[in-house]
């Protein structure tokens, strides 16, 4: 099962006109260009809504989420994997998010998610915003299969990384933490019958907290006539972070 990681963040600065990040995540945003080029290659890539967040910290990012069918090995089923990636108003690479949907053993029991978070800077929300817009994908998820989901997490830094940012992890993912888990590290989602499921039909998502009433979310629909021409955009996009993200790596 992959973890919830955390790297270390660069400072907030450009050199040279490039984005100045950890190197732990040069390598992280290595394999995601190897792979999200080769999906963009097949064209087996699907898109979803953007979504628009303000961070703790007043930032408002845009977090785009893609998502594919994959085999799964020994299997003749498939699990549908998501990915999101957060950037800012200059489009500079902020974090992104990896899920895997793998579905029931049996028809009394949940799909099973499991997945793997970084980003390049801490302390500013990124993490945390694109967390939210994880759980509204699963929320609508669980609506499209009309089964209940069981994320698991878990912290895959124990070894690494300094109090401060194990009291940072538990604020979020431990228990009685702002995402709900429990102690197991586990988050049940049902489906929400009054989510649109069809999200290759959303163009964006405004996710707006408010106090003591969580998270609401106002969806911009993709216009009919527009579809093929807003897809690709969508893939011109993706393949200009992807070369982002390559040269980033470097």
């Known amino acids: 099962m992959e973890s ?9 600065a450009q050199t040279r006109g490039r984005q100045f990040i950890a190197e732990d995540y ?35 990012i845009e977090i785009r989420s893609v998502f594919f069918e994959k085999q799964i090995v020994l299997s003749e089923e498939t699990a549908r994997e998501y990915r999101l990636f957060a950037q800012d108003s200059t489009r500079n690479l902020l974090g992104n998010r990896r ?11 949940p799909s099973i998610v499991v997945g793997e978070i970084a980003t ?13 817009a994880a759980n509204d994908l699963l929320q609508r998820e669980a609506k499209r299969t009309n089964h209940e989901i069981l ?3 878990e912290n895959n830094n124990l070894m690494r990384t300094n109090v401060e940012e194990q009291k940072r992890w538990q604020s979020m993912y431990g ?11 586990e988050k049940r989602i049902g489906p929400v019958t009054d989510l649109n499921s069809e999200i290759e039909g959303i163009e964006s998502i405004l996710l707006t907290r408010e106090k003591d009433r969580g998270v609401s979310s106002s969806e911009t629909l993709v216009d009919a006539d527009d579809a093929e021409s807003i897809r690709a955009q969508r893939m011109d996009s993706m393949r200009r972070l992807t070369e982002d993200m390559k040269e980033l790596s470097i």
């Open 4 to 12: 919830e990681n955390f790297f270390p963040g660069g400072q907030e």
């Open 26 to 60: 040069k390598k992280h945003l290595d394999r995601e260009a190897r792979e999200l080029g080769q999906l963009l290659k097949d064209e087996k890539i699907n898109f979803g809504p953007t979504y628009r967040v303000i961070t703790s910290q007043g930032e408002e």
């Open 99 to 109: 899920l895997a949907v793998y579905p029931p053993v049996n028809e009394g029991s």
């Open 120 to 132: 390049a800077y801490r302390g500013k929300g990124i993490a945390s915003a694109m967390e939210l």
């Open 151 to 153: 994320w698991k997490v």
């Open 175 to 185: 228990e009685n933490g702002a995402l709900g888990f429990d102690k197991k590290g």
